[in-house]
């Protein structure tokens, strides 16, 4: 029985930065010479982000300086932002969960299995329990996590749960992805990690998937197949690391030029098991990794802009909030009807490309 989409959920921090704004502050910590300045204010302009909202912040308006105290001359160690993780990354995750849960019309109590899904941080035991606890999930939910799969991570999540759905049509999945890249921020002159200091956001979604024909849902998504592409020699590509100063995030120049080389040729093998080509694709959920993965995604497929508008505005909305992104970018198409069958397709290291088809 394959798996539908019966309800998605999202939730952000209450507090909201403009990238101008978030700029200013950032650039303190990070540039010593005029020339990194240039350079650092060029990043931020061509990132594609306008607002995101950070747990950081303690406020959304008012003088920079008292807008968030995370962040000072010392940099917090990965201990500090660790903590900072294990008390902000529950909340996030429940309320996101408990709106999949309403969007499904479904109690939490019926759910057997319960997938989470992070790269930013790491604690046991971990949100799962607290969703287990504040939900009144069943005791006996079988858990399984995804961590440290990047930006793609909450595509593998609906993979393992479709599995577990068409193994078990009585099964009940709830997956929730929750990010908190803003822990993350960089100290100090090193390219790479200011433009992922430029990008990156925090946010969390969850889905509500159930076997076709046993939920109240109206007009699901219906998850027929997933993929998944490693490229060849590309680990320098992209990578996640943890470091002295929280988790380092590379993400290489080359990164659009192996999107552009590759992409096409796996998507077309992979949608032609269901006799489908890349222009019988009605809608595209593409992950945001930045306006120039965008637009490699755009020319490998020969795409016009207006096809990942929605990316497009969630990264300019809400910034790159690693795995819950792609879940962000499928309720908006959802909620809009958008033309189906829909293809979502998200990037991490390896590197690797990850897809689902929905109808």
Request: with cysteine.
């Given at each position: 029985?394959?798996?539908?989409?019966a309800g998605?959920?999202?939730?952000?921090?209450?507090?909201?930065?403009?990238?101008?704004d978030?700029?200013?502050?950032?650039?303190?910590?990070?540039?010593?010479?005029?020339?990194?300045?240039?350079?650092?204010?060029?990043f931020?302009?061509?990132?594609g982000?306008?607002t995101?909202h950070?747990?950081?912040?303690?406020?959304?308006?008012?003088?920079?300086?008292?807008?968030?105290?995370?962040?000072?001359?010392?940099?917090?160690?990965?201990l500090?932002?660790?903590?900072?993780?294990?008390l902000?990354?529950?909340?996030?995750?429940?309320?996101?969960?408990?709106?999949?849960?309403?969007?499904?019309?479904?109690?939490?109590?019926?759910?057997?299995?319960?997938?989470?899904?992070?790269?930013?941080?790491?604690?046991?035991?971990?949100?799962?329990?607290?969703?287990?606890?504040?939900?009144?999930?069943?005791?006996?939910?079988?858990?399984?996590?995804?961590?440290?799969?990047g930006?793609?991570?909450?595509?593998?999540?609906?993979?393992?749960?479709?599995?577990?759905?068409e193994?078990?049509?009585?099964?009940?999945?709830?997956?929730?992805?929750?990010?908190?890249?803003?822990?993350?921020?960089?100290?100090g002159w090193?390219?790479?990690q200011v433009?992922?200091?430029?990008?990156?956001?925090?946010?969390?979604?969850?889905?509500?998937?159930?076997?076709?024909?046993?939920?109240?849902?109206?007009?699901p998504l219906?998850?027929?197949?997933?993929?998944?592409?490693?490229?060849?020699?590309?680990?320098?590509?992209?990578?996640?690391?943890i470091?002295?100063?929280?988790?380092?995030?590379?993400?290489?120049a080359r990164?659009?030029?192996?999107?552009?080389?590759?992409?096409?040729?796996?998507?077309?093998?992979?949608?032609?098991?269901?006799?489908?080509?890349?222009d019988?694709?009605?809608?595209?959920?593409?992950?945001?990794?930045?306006?120039?993965?965008?637009?490699?995604?755009?020319?490998?497929l020969?795409?016009?802009?207006?096809?990942?508008?929605?990316?497009h505005?969630?990264?300019?909305?809400?910034?790159?909030?690693?795995s819950?992104?792609?879940?962000?970018i499928?309720?908006?198409?959802?909620?809009?009807?958008?033309?189906?069958?829909?293809?979502?397709?998200?990037?991490?290291?390896?590197?690797?490309?990850?897809?689902?088809?929905?109808?």
């Open positions: 029985m394959p798996m539908i989409i998605i959920g999202t939730a952000l921090p209450p507090h909201t930065i403009a990238q101008s978030a700029s200013a502050i950032t650039q303190r910590f990070s540039c010593a010479t005029a020339d990194q300045e240039r350079l650092f204010h060029t931020y302009r061509r990132a982000v306008q995101r950070c747990v950081v912040l303690e406020k959304s308006e008012g003088d920079l300086s008292e807008r968030q105290s995370f962040y000072d001359t010392a940099a917090p160690t990965t500090e932002r660790m903590r900072r993780y294990e902000e990354a529950p909340r996030l995750a429940v309320s996101a969960s408990q709106r999949a849960l309403e969007d499904a019309g479904l109690a939490s109590g019926r759910i057997t299995h319960l997938i989470t899904v992070s790269c930013t941080g790491f604690s046991a035991p971990g949100f799962d329990i607290q969703l287990i606890k504040q939900l009144n999930l069943r005791r006996d939910v079988a858990r399984t996590h995804v961590g440290f799969m930006c793609h991570g909450a595509l593998n999540g609906l993979r393992a749960a479709k599995a577990y759905i193994a078990d049509p009585a099964a009940r999945a709830l997956i929730c992805a929750v990010e908190l890249c803003s822990l993350h921020h960089h100290y090193d390219a790479g433009v992922a200091n430029a990008l990156f956001a925090d946010g969390a979604a969850a889905v509500v998937g159930v076997a076709a024909g046993s939920g109240p849902a109206h007009d219906r998850v027929v197949m997933c993929g998944s592409f490693l490229v060849d020699d590309s680990e320098d590509a992209m990578s996640w690391r470091g002295d100063q929280g988790f380092a995030m590379t993400l290489a990164v659009p030029d192996l999107i552009g080389g590759h992409l096409r040729g796996w998507l077309e093998s992979w949608l032609e098991r269901r006799g489908l080509g890349p019988d694709i009605g809608s595209w959920a593409v992950h945001p990794g930045g306006p120039r993965v965008l637009s490699a995604v755009s020319e490998a020969a795409l016009p802009r207006s096809a990942l508008e929605v990316s505005q969630v990264l300019a909305e809400l910034g790159n909030m690693s819950p992104t792609i879940l962000f499928l309720d908006r198409l959802r909620r809009a009807h958008a033309p189906r069958p829909c293809v979502a397709i998200g990037f991490g290291p390896g590197l690797a490309i990850e897809a689902a088809l929905l109808t």
